[in-house]
Antibody, heavy 120, light 112 residues
Framework: QVQLQQSGAELAKPGSSVKISCKAS????????MHWIKQTTGQALEWTGY????????KYNEKFKGKATLTVDKSSSTAYMQLSSLTPVDTAVYYC?????????????WGQGTLVTVSS | DVVMTQTPPSLSVAIGQSVSISCKSS???????????LNWLLQSPGRSPKRLIY???KLDSGVPDRFSGSGSEKDFTLKISRVEAEDLGVYYC?????????FGAGTKLELK
């Protein structure tokens, strides 16, 4: 069965970077894009961007350009999102979600979320 | 960016009651391939969002037929017939037609 297992919670200082991971299993990793979504404590959800693991191609929400960098390691079927120059507004739960053709597979599977807390 | 306006922000319901949630988009969600990429998600307390409905009205596997989605262009509705305790949580609409993909602000379904 499809599973997306995310890395554990992170506590980071302002100005630093964090890299969170999403390990995929139960399907061919390179066949589906991986999306990343930010959820703030007010529950708002924001699409950050996606990466196509096969090609490494990326598409970012303009709002997150320069903030988020998406990469993959095909050998371990793991997607990564690095968040840089952290500020308290980056404090949120970040989810990975499997993409694909925008029909019955798109956003059908989500990771459990990774809490990133930015605090001095 | 496409703005997704969800109403109401919260609903207080009794078990067995039927409810509807509205989601209106600032642009038509009909894509160039003629499909409409409007999804509904449920986030139960402490859980990740779970997709319930895709392409306006198609139910995900395992989703009870008490759930139904309807609408077109810019105006969409999620209806839950005979609410059960497991239905409580926050419902979101998500559009996948235009980049960047955008979510509604959510509708919190609570027990009366």
């Amino acid at each position: 069965q499809v599973q997306l297992q995310q890395s554990g919670a992170e506590l980071a200082k302002p100005g630093s970077s964090v890299k969170i991971s999403c390990k995929a299993s139960g399907y061919t990793f390179t066949s589906y894009a991986m999306h990343w979504i930010k959820q703030t404590t007010g529950q708002a959800l924001e699409w950050t961007g996606y990466i196509a693991p096969g090609s490494g191609g990326t598409k970012y929400n303009e709002k997150f350009k320069g903030k988020a960098t998406l990469t993959v390691d095909k050998s371990s079927s793991t997607a990564y999102m690095q968040l840089s120059s952290l500020t308290p507004v980056d404090t949120a739960v970040y989810y990975c979600a499997r993409g694909g053709i925008r029909g019955d597979n798109w956003f059908a599977y989500w990771g459990q979320g990774t809490l990133v807390t930015v605090s001095s | 960016d496409v703005v997704m306006t969800q109403t109401p922000p919260s609903l207080s319901v009794a078990i067995g009651q039927s409810v509807s949630i509205s989601c209106k988009s600032s642009q038509s969600l009909v894509a160039s391939d003629k499909n409409t990429y409007l999804n509904w998600l449920l986030q139960s307390p402490g859980r990740s969002p779970k997709r319930l409905i895709y392409q306006v009205s198609k139910l995900d596997s395992g989703v009870p037929d008490r759930f139904s989605g309807s609408g077109s262009e810019k105006d969409f509705t999620l209806k839950i017939s005979r609410v059960e305790a497991e239905d409580l949580g926050v419902y979101y609409c998500l559009q996948g037609t235009h980049l960047p993909y955008t979510f509604g602000a959510g509708t919190k379904l609570e027990l009366k």
